[in-house]
């Protein structure tokens, strides 16, 4: 089994980005979140793995990131909001098989596709 992630202490006043989450999250849920993830945003170059054309990638991190915060309740439901109102939130129960559509992507599908992959490779019924 995988060791804890590491657990990083930040100073949320010293990160504008961060700051701005956090506050964002307590006005709409009325509490702190229970902790924070970060998501690198990654490009591919020519070298490491195959691709799904058939081509040589090599992933490689950029500095734009998703940044998550992160509550738990008993709803039996996941809801996902972005903190930019261009992006309408989405909530999805738990109990659901997670359909992911290629043709109409939206912006909530990145986080399912990790939460669909969890489901499977732990074979978490619906």
């Known amino acids: 089994m995988a060791a804890d992630p590491p657990k990083l202490k930040t100073v949320i006043a ?14 709409k849920y009325g509490e702190p979140p229970l902790f924070y993830a970060c998501a ?6 020519i070298g490491e793995h195959i691709d799904y054309c058939g081509y040589s990638v090599l992933p490689m991190a950029i500095e734009p990131s998703i940044l ?24 999805v129960s738990c109990s659901e098989d ?6 109409n992507p939206k ?16 074979g978490i019924a619906n």
């Open 68 to 91: 998550a915060a992160v509550s738990l309740n008993n709803s039996g439901k996941i809801t996902l909001a972005n903190a930019n109102p261009l992006y309408m939130d989405f909530t």
């Open 40 to 45: 690198p945003g990654r490009v591919n170059l």
């Open 14 to 27: 010293a990160n504008e980005r961060l700051q701005n989450l956090k506050n964002t999250f307590e006005t």
């Open 107 to 122: 912006w909530y599908y990145y986080f399912l596709c990790g939460v669909k992959g969890i489901k499977e490779n732990f």
């Open 98 to 103: 997670i359909a992911i559509d290629r043709d």
